[in-house]
Each structure stands twice: as structure tokens, then as C-alpha cells.
């Protein structure tokens, strides 16, 4: 069965400090990607997804992510945080043309100031 | 052009009883899906409709489930004889398109606020 990985439950790191979140995801065929964010008492927004051809995708507030099919890992990065970047985020995958998302557990990021 | 709008924002039940949740998506959004967030769990699908027809209802957890939308507009989720385990906030999100037919990097899916379920 599809299953989405995230490595890190909580992650606390201090602003300026680089950030990668691991997701890891199980299924054989071609997938779709996606990072999604939810600030505190806000909506779930999309960060980015890969579909296709490059594999390092660049989101929204200068978020990225690499996809990695040999490890099957699609890592979301940020080189510099910042205390407003304090969320829950959210790895996710659908198959091509499927339609049943599956998302991760979610990794929680807490930034200091 | 408003958000995505889901109703009741809290809704809290006796154990037996039946639910219904109501999601308006944003106007003109041919996709609205509907998932669940538990408490530690992070989110579940639940099903996807694309117009108003719903190809893959799977991801329901039960027969106690149901789902429906009407005028390819509002849609309503409904779960009958609610059980503890129910409890969850139950968030809808449409999109101009199925998602993940589309390469258009500008697209987007929208969450609602949800719905906060506590079963009693």
C-alpha cells in the first residue's frame, strides 16, 4: 500500500539556520509530489509539487524541494528560516492520474527568534 | 471571492447520532476533496470529487460515510451513527482542476477552515 514517511515528528532550529525535511514515500509507479503548510489557526496551503522534469522544484517564501527517485525522497528545503516559517508541514503523494492523496504524519517546525 | 467556506466550524455529538458537513468551495472549482485530520494523525483522504461525480470513494473509512455534491457547487459529508473515533476536524479543499492533471505550477489547491467533529 501507498505510505508517506516524514523522518522528524518536531524539529526546532534557531532563525538563519538551514532546514531540510525528509519525506519518503512507498510506490512503484510514477507519482506526483507535494509539500503543504499550515501556519498557526490557518488554512493548509500548497509550498510546491513535482509532477515532471526537474526535479528541484521551487515553492512559495523561497522554499524547495529535490526529488530523488532512486530514493524515492522528495526533501524539502530552506537555506536561512525565520521565525514567521513556524508551521506543521505536510508531505504528500498521488499517483499519476490517481486520485487518492496520501500524506504524511506531518513534521512540526518551530523557529526562535 | 471568497475562500473555501465550510459549515458548522465546531460541531459537537452524542455518540449514535448523525452529522452532516458542509462545504462550499470556491466558486468555478470543478475538484473538491474532502479529508480528515485527527489529533496526532495527520490528514487522511477521504474522497474526491471531480464535477459531481466522486470516481473513487475508498478513502471513506466506513459505510457510515457518505458524501455528496450537488450542481457540481456545495458538497456535503455525512456520517451516520458517529462513533468516538469520529472526532476530527474535517477539512474540504477544491481546485480549478484535479490536481494532479495538471503541470500548471501556478495551481493550486484551497483548504478550507474545517470542521472540528467531537463525539461525545
Known amino acids: 500500500a501507498q505510505s508517506v514517511s516524514q523522518h522528524n515528528h518536531h524539529v526546532i532550529l534557531s532563525e538563519a539556520a538551514s532546514l531540510e525535511l525528509g519525506c519518503n514515500y512507498s510506490?512503484?509507479?510514477?507519482?506526483?509530489l507535494f509539500w503543504y503548510v499550515q501556519y498557526p489557526g490557518q488554512h493548509l496551503q500548497l509550498l510546491l509539487k513535482?509532477?515532471?522534469?526537474?526535479?528541484l522544484v521551487k515553492g512559495i517564501k523561497g522554499f524547495e524541494a529535490e526529488f530523488k527517485r532512486s530514493q524515492s525522497s522528495f526533501n524539502l528545503r530552506k537555506p536561512s528560516v525565520q521565525w514567521s516559517d513556524t508551521a506543521e508541514y505536510f508531505c504528500?503523494?498521488?499517483?499519476?492520474?490517481?486520485?487518492?492523496?496520501?500524506f504524511g504524519p506531518g513534521t512540526r517546525l518551530s523557529v526562535l527568534p | 471571492g471568497a475562500g473555501v467556506s465550510q459549515s458548522p466550524s465546531n460541531k459537537v455529538t452524542e455518540k449514535g447520532k448523525d452529522v452532516e458537513l458542509r462545504c462550499d468551495p470556491i466558486?468555478?472549482?470543478?475538484?473538491l476533496y474532502w479529508y480528515r485530520q485527527s489529533l496526532g494523525q495527520g490528514l487522511e483522504f477521504l474522497i474526491y470529487?471531480?464535477?459531481?461525480?466522486?470516481?473513487?470513494k475508498s478513502g471513506l473509512p466506513s459505510d457510515r460515510f457518505s458524501a455528496e455534491r450537488t450542481g457540481g457547487s456545495v458538497s456535503t459529508l455525512t456520517i451516520q451513527r458517529t462513533q468516538q473515533e469520529d472526532s476530527a476536524v474535517y477539512l474540504c479543499?477544491?481546485?480549478?482542476?484535479?490536481?494532479?492533471?495538471?503541470?500548471?505550477?501556478?495551481?493550486?489547491?484551497?483548504f478550507g477552515p474545517g470542521t472540528r467533529l467531537t463525539v461525545l
Open positions: 466558486s468555478g472549482h470543478t475538484a
Open positions: 504528500a503523494v498521488i499517483p499519476n492520474y490517481g486520485q487518492n492523496f496520501v
Open positions: 513535482y509532477f515532471s522534469g526537474d526535479p
Open positions: 479543499a477544491s481546485s480549478p482542476t484535479r490536481l494532479a492533471l495538471t503541470s500548471d505550477r501556478t495551481d493550486t489547491q484551497y
Open positions: 510506490y512503484g509507479g510514477t507519482v506526483n
Open positions: 470529487f471531480q464535477g459531481n461525480s466522486a470516481p473513487d
